[in-house]
């Protein structure tokens, strides 16, 4: 197949006489055009039409053009492109020459010879226009100058100025475009244009356009997809080969007819295209969290931008580079802790039409880096559609989930951590039967709360319990009675302490029933605290973001932004979170964890709420922590886990052991495989025997 001829654009000497003549023949028409009633406003006289005309603005700013947010795992692999504009700049050195070729016989032939002004053609629409027959005859750089004020209006009066068809708009059109053309090459305005105007469907630049209508590149475009793309210039809507495809083929076959009359094309050559099918292979658009790989982490990277004073303090301003986009963003995502993560949710619960949700974020301890944030819930707005949700049910209300689960008895770990650093040791024991009575307990105002009766779930029995014994049975009626010893008011500050707080943003309710996890709170949430226990008592805020990079490089406002750990070391004090990680170690030794072990050292707690609203399961690692959900989407308190199937499975209660937990363990044997087999610190020999037997004594024992 031949090149298409290209034109060289003329040099300096003879831009410059064009440039002269272009000015005069324009003074002769302004000076015509005094007579015509429409010209008044210009404010012109005849006799310096031509400097009046010069005097006009000419500084016309050529910004970055508005491109996609590309979002990156932390091994620099994309996930999801986010865009109001979804584009991708090229080199016109990585265009099709049949681009270029077609646009020009179809808009500008004579574009490499003007400069800027095609006089004809100005005529022409100057005439017709004054007689109320508004007409094109816009040079390519007109065109140009015209899509960049359009693309730079900051709202909507501003593009429907720039967009408006009067004499006056093509005149300060034109001004600016014989600026630009002293200001840049021909192939640098061609480039410009080629990636700036919008070929429809959402497809802004011509790379953009050569994947969304044929799945392939602006570089690969033979002369038929050229044209096909070219012609849609005029009106993107209208002759848009996804929706017209006959009105797509005709004029494309108009294009390649110009390219023939104009040179670029052979004869026999456009007849091989002309007529034929339009040979479209779509690409679905893009350009939203909706379309990405990961959308709910997607979402969630996207809202933290759109707050984080890394980017700019004013919110405006965050706005304004977000909509602009060539914005690349590492996050601390891991994608095969992800896959791990969602193939263990989707393996048994599985998405689809089911109103059962499962929920699991995966924390690295001692950064807060988000690894992995999953659900089996598919991303979509409709809420008719059973199994799809816009909500993100495994983080906050304020970042795009939901007002949180009940997290059952995944709170009693706050319990063990404040009784142990209240000094009480493992052997601390108290009867506990199956149901008790619990008074005396003193909220944080000072004042006595009423008593309460707490029952022991049927996974737990009742007797005498120690710290270990109860840890590894989660027996309630023990906890309550721990929860009294140590303080209410005490038992919440430490939960606070490795970030526990509610979803919905409301104050942490104080209640007796708080170490059962009677707050609503998100997974992420859970899996944070519960990294503050694996790093021995460091807390740090979830992260999700590493670096923020805006432009490329050699672009005037290229910076990269680095973005840390905000950590406090010492929240909770290094021997207590040695403690709670020996405590929660148990459970996998014939407690609620057992069978649920990973291969090598691991806590982990159970959870489940009252009736089986929720059921959770929350765990760590020295070196990863995950915390997971599972429950009704329509509400758990009204749609319990009783006498459910689940994933071809029927439960008659799910507890935290028989779902959460199996999903725990799939995603942290195949997540954790790669780190190294860490074992925690030995226990504190302060809180005596690591391994005490439960009192014999019915009795509440003193401090063993």
Known sequence: MTEPNRTERPGPRRRAVLRLAGTGALAGLLTAALVMPWAGGLGLAARDAASGFMALPADLEIARLAERVLITDVDDRPIAEVARREREVVDLEHISPWVPAALMAVEDERFYEHSGLDLRGLLRAATRTAQGDTQGGSTITQQYVK?????????????????????????????????VEDRLSKDEIMQGYLNLAYFGAGA?????????????????????????????????????????????????????????????????????????DLGLDPTPRGGSCYHSDEPFFCDYVMRWLQDSEALSEDPAERDFLLGRGGITVRTTLDSDMQAAAQEAIDGRVPPGNTTKFAAQVLVEPGTGDIRAMAQNMRYGFDEQEVGTTSINLAVDQADGGSHGYQAGSTFKTFTLAAALDKGLKYGTGFNSPKSVSVSGLANCDGGTMSAWKVNNAGESDGGSHNMISATKGSVNTYFAQLQRRVGLCETSRMAER???????????????????????????????????????????EPRAVVSVTIGREGDEDHREIGTRSDCEEGAVPVHVADGVNHLLQQTFKGGTANGLGIGRPAAGKTGTTDNAAYAWFAGHTPNLASAVVVGDIRGGEQNPLQGVQIGGRYY???????????????????????????????????????????????????DA
């Open 204 to 276: 802004h630049g011509i790379e953009i356009a050569a994947r969304r209508y044929f799945s392939t590149t602006a570089e690969e475009l033979d002369p038929g997809q050229a044209a096909t793309i070219v012609g849609l210039v005029r009106a993107p809507s209208y002759y848009d080969p996804l929706t017209n495809p006959e009105a797509a083929m005709e004029r494309r076959d108009l294009v390649l007819d110009r390219m023939v009359d104009t040179g670029h094309l052979e004869e026999a050559e456009a007849a091989g295209y002309r007529g034929a």
């Open 652 to 702: 008659g209660i799910v507890y935290g052991g028989t779902l959460p937990g199996p999903i725990w363990q799939a995603t942290m044997t195949r997540a954790a495989s790669d780190l190294p087999a860490e074992s925690f610190a030995p226990s504190p020999s302060r809180f005596g025997d690591p391994s005490a037997t439960p009192p014999k004594k019915k009795e509440e024992d003193d």
């Open 147 to 179: 899509n960049l004020l359009i693309e730079q209006a900051t709202d909507e009066e501003g593009v429907q100025r720039a967009s408006e068809r009067t004499l006056v708009r093509k005149l300060v059109e034109l001004r600016y475009a014989i600026d």
């Open 498 to 540: 490795v970030g526990i707080h509610r979803a919905d943003g409301g104050p942490l309710g104080v209640w007796s029933s708080f170490t059962l996890g009677d707050q609503e709170v998100s997974p992420l949430t859970v899996a944070n605290a519960y990294a503050t226990f694996a790093s021995r008592g460091t807390y740090c």
